[in-house]
């Protein structure tokens, strides 16, 4: 069985920067590919970036240069640094680590004020 654990979240000021941390562990499968989602009040849960083995990238439209995703292989970790956060960002964010099925951690508030 594998765990996924978000970390980071909090309150920021609009315009500051939060770095977000996802660690993998327990029964460790080949990892797939692993994402950032997060899902607003009365929202759906959406894709805000996701990075695979080989290190390619992806982002939504409305993070594409304030969000960077990348990974440590050694500790099975993805991070998610978000510089010019605005209000709009505030929302829970989830980690989710595809090892031929999915995992999802329980989320990390992220609250930007304005």
């Known amino acids: 069985q594998m765990q996924v654990v978000e970390s980071g979240g909090g309150l920021v000021q609009a315009g500051g920067s939060l770095r977000l941390s996802c660690v993998a562990s327990?029964?460790?499968?080949?990892?797939?590919?692993m994402g950032w989602y997060r899902q607003a009040p009365g929202n759906e849960r959406e894709s805000v970036a996701t990075?695979?083995?080989?290190?390619?990238?992806n982002y939504a439209d409305s993070v594409k240069g304030r969000f960077t995703i990348s990974k440590d292989n050694t500790k099975n970790t993805v991070y998610l640094q978000m510089n010019s956060l605005k209000p709009d960002d505030t929302a829970v964010y989830y980690c989710?680590?595809?090892?031929?099925?999915?995992?999802w951690g329980r989320g990390t508030q992220v609250t930007v004020s304005s």
């Open positions: 989710y680590c595809n090892a031929g099925i999915g995992y």
């Open positions: 327990g029964t460790i499968f080949r990892i797939k590919n």
């Open positions: 990075i695979t083995p080989d290190g390619s990238t």
